[in-house]
């Protein structure tokens, strides 16, 4: 089965820091991977996903990720963070790749902006 | 705003208890997906339906049950309802069958308390 290992629960950064929210995934075959951003109060949004057409992959907010297969990784980051960036952000993967199915999501890592 | 509506927003029930959750998805979304999201399990997939057919089925227990109506909005119906079943339970609808094709768009929940 795939699955996802987001490493940290909680990370802090100043405003205006590198902001790096890392992954990890387990997958027997080419992963579909995601991330997804949770604000206080509502549902998930998606912020980026990879396509296999590019290791780097920007998203919104400005956010991007870089898929490392030799690391089995795709960490998300943001050059500069900003106090709105304050958030729960969840990795996922797709199990079956394309056809009918759930994401499944790592436990999240809750993102701390010290201003 | 996602476009994805789910009612109600808060549900307090005593255990043994049976509660409907309701979920309408975005205009023109044929997909709809459910989640249940606690501290100690995180995002965990329930159940997917497309076009009022089953699709893809997760950690559901035999206790739940859901359906999706031909007006496309979906119903999770939880049973003999235990005080581990308060959580926060998401419906995501998107436009297609795969999760990957398509992203998910997430309502802001129904957050159930089973006392």
């Known amino acids: 089965a795939q699955s996802v290992t987001q490493l940290g629960s909680h990370v802090s950064v100043s405003e205006g820091a590198l902001v790096l929210l890392r992954c990890n995934y387990s997958?027997?075959?080419?992963?579909?991977l995601f991330w997804y951003v949770q604000y206080p109060n509502q549902g998930l949004q998606l912020l980026l996903k990879?396509?296999?057409?590019?290791?780097l992959v920007k998203g919104i907010n400005g956010f991007e990720a870089e898929f490392k297969k030799s690391e089995t990784s795709f960490h998300l980051t943001k050059p500069s963070a900003h106090m709105s960036d304050a958030a729960e952000y969840f990795c996922?993967?797709?199990?079956?790749?394309?056809?009918?199915?759930?994401?499944?999501f790592g436990k999240g890592t809750h993102l701390i902006i010290q201003p | 705003d996602s476009g994805v509506t789910q009612t109600p927003k808060h549900l307090i029930t005593a255990t043994g208890q049976r509660v409907t959750l309701r979920c309408s998805p975005r205009?023109?979304?044929?997909?709809v997906y459910w989640y249940q999201q606690s501290l100690d399990q995180g995002l965990q997939f329930l159940i997917q339906?497309?076009?009022?057919?089953?699709?893809a089925k997760g950690n559901i227990l035999e206790r739940f049950s859901a359906q999706q109506f031909p007006d496309l909005h979906s119903e999770l119906n939880l049973s003999s309802l235990e005080l581990g079943d308060s959580a926060l339970y998401f419906c995501?609808?998107?436009?297609?069958?795969?999760?990957?094709?398509?992203?998910?768009?997430f309502g802001n929940g129904t957050r159930l308390t089973v006392t």
């Open positions: 995501a609808s998107s436009a297609r069958e795969s999760s990957y094709n398509s992203p998910l768009h």
């Open positions: 997958s027997s075959v080419p992963p579909y």
């Open positions: 990879y396509t296999s057409a590019a290791t």
């Open positions: 996922a993967v797709s199990p079956s790749g394309g056809g009918a199915d759930g994401l499944t």
């Open positions: 205009s023109g979304d044929l997909s």
């Open positions: 339906y497309y076009n009022g057919e089953e699709r």
